[in-house]
């Protein structure tokens, strides 16, 4: 079935660092992917999307792109902030199902 | 615009008594959620509603029901709890005339069982 794989964490980052969180999935069909970030104690918000292979989902900074030759939606942002602190979930729309399935989560901590 | 509501923030219950959790989105979306999440696990779907009218089980749905009372409101309801379903509660909703999935969460419903 349809999957989605994180890379573990915590991730822990100095202000103004490179930001990558891997993730890749496993799907039949075209999905459309996401990244979501959970604030601290606060619902899911989406973050950004794609939902063609080679686009490019942008927001606040942050950016993926969806490679369908490598199955990844790697997230990045190029400075990060003591506010980007949260968990970022990658998810995938299925087309099999018709639902979102989300990776188990990220944890970033960025250290002023 | 208020979005997706949730009600209550917090809740203790004692083992073996049941409780409602509401829900209520202001989008006019034909889909909505229920989801759990629990440390290293991600968000697992408890139960879905299509359309008002019908409901779906998702990959957890053992212990829980719900009800799709209107377009608006989907409620899940525990009947008798367990210390296994403390969990964070979240409800979503979303349009899915387009096919892109892209739901929008409420604030959560933080729930423990002892």
């Known amino acids: 079935g349809d999957s989605v794989t994180q890379m573990e964490g915590p991730v822990t980052l100095s202000e103004e660092a490179f930001l990558t969180i891997n993730c890749t999935y496993t799907a039949t069909g075209y999905p459309s992917l996401f990244w979501y970030v959970q604030y601290p104690g606060e619902g899911l918000q989406l973050l950004l999307k794609a939902t063609k292979a080679d686009d490019k989902g942008s927001n606040k900074g942050f950016e993926a792109t969806y490679r369908k030759e490598t199955t990844s939606f790697h997230l990045e942002k190029g400075s990060v902030q003591v506010s980007d602190s949260a968990v970022y979930f990658c998810a995938l729309g299925s087309s099999n199902t018709g639902k979102l399935i989300f990776g188990q989560g990220t944890t970033l901590q960025v250290k002023p | 615009n208020a979005g997706v509501t949730q009600t209550p923030k917090f809740q203790v219950l004692k083992t073996g008594q049941s409780m409602t959790l509401q829900c209520a989105q202001d989008m006019n979306h034909n889909s909505m959620y229920w989801y759990r999440q629990d440390p290293g696990m991600g968000l697992r779907l408890i139960y879905y509603s299509a359309s008002e009218g019908t409901t779906d089980k998702g990959e957890v749905p053992n212990g829980y029901n719900v009800s799709r009372l209107n377009k608006r409101e989907f409620s899940l309801r525990l009947e008798s709890a367990a210390p296994s379903q403390t969990s964070v509660y979240f409800c979503?909703?979303?349009?899915?005339?387009?096919?892109?999935?892209?739901?929008?969460f409420g604030p959560g419903t933080r729930l423990t069982v002892t």
């Open positions: 979503a909703s979303s349009n899915d005339a387009g096919r892109t999935y892209e739901q929008y």
